[in-house]
């Protein structure tokens, strides 16, 4: 069975602060990682998807890497902003059974201090 | 056009109505996913249809229906409810269903059941 957690589940940073947002997961025979960004209420945003052949992607002010041997992925979010206050999903995908499944993580929920 | 849009954006619904859950894109996209997501809760996988055909059912009751009329719309129909349903339930779409595609979201529609 497929597990995905998310470390840590809360983190308060300042403005300005570069920081490290943490997914692992149990089986590392996955196709893929996407890491989403959700806000209250709403629905999900897709931020980076990483191929399992693939160690890492950037946009913008993100760079996601992914470790499928060791089972994790990091984002890494630069000069944080109070906009990007909100919680950050990692899902990742597999087969099972030969169907495609998809898990997601805990969540990180991130708040940016103006 | 990136859009995956739900209507309603909320429901209430005693437990012995019949209500239905809307779903479209119009991105060409060929799967489509129903998510149900608990409070403070990652997002689960009920449903995924592929080329109008339900290819994926989480082991969801069948008090929970969906329906594919066409490639654009995704229908998730409901009767006799439990007070443990009340969720946001989350539509994405993807373009083929593959492995290793990116899943777009719609806003949800958040779900009370009386």
């Known amino acids: 069975k497929q597990e995905v957690t998310q470390i840590p589940a809360a983190l308060s940073v300042p403005e300005g602060e570069n920081l490290v947002l943490n997914c692992s997961f149990t089986?590392?025979?996955?196709?893929?990682l996407q890491w989403f960004r959700q806000d209250p209420g709403k629905g999900l945003t897709s931020l980076l998807l990483?191929?399992?052949?693939?160690r890492e992607q950037t946009s913008g002010r993100l760079n996601a890497s992914l470790d499928k041997s060791s089972g994790r992925s990091t984002l890494y979010i630069a000069a944080s902003q109070p906009g990007d206050s909100a919680t950050y999903l990692c899902?990742?995908?597999?087969?099972?059974?030969?169907?495609?499944?998809?898990?997601f993580g805990t969540g990180t929920k991130l708040q940016v201090i103006p | 056009d990136t859009e995956v849009t739900q209507t309603p954006k909320h429901l209430v619904m005693g437990m012995t109505n019949k209500k239905s859950l809307k779903c479209e894109q119009h991105?060409?996209?060929?799967?489509m996913y129903w998510y149900k997501q608990k409070a403070k809760k990652p997002p689960e996988l009920m449903f995924v249809?592929?080329?109008?055909?339900?290819?994926i059912n989480e082991s969801v009751p069948s008090r929970f229906s969906p329906e594919c009329p066409n490639s654009s719309l995704l229908n998730l129909h409901l009767h006799a409810l439990q007070p443990e349903d009340s969720a946001l339930y989350l539509c994405?779409?993807?373009?083929?269903?593959?492995?290793?595609?990116?899943?777009?979201f719609g806003p949800g529609t958040r779900l009370l059941v009386l």
């Open positions: 249809y592929s080329y109008e055909k339900l290819s």
């Open positions: 994405a779409s993807s373009q083929l269903g593959g492995v290793g595609e990116t899943q777009y």
């Open positions: 991105m060409g996209h060929r799967a």
């Open positions: 990483i191929q399992s052949s693939q």
């Open positions: 899902a990742v995908r597999f087969l099972s059974g030969g169907y495609q499944k998809v898990t």
């Open positions: 089986d590392s025979a996955i196709y893929n």
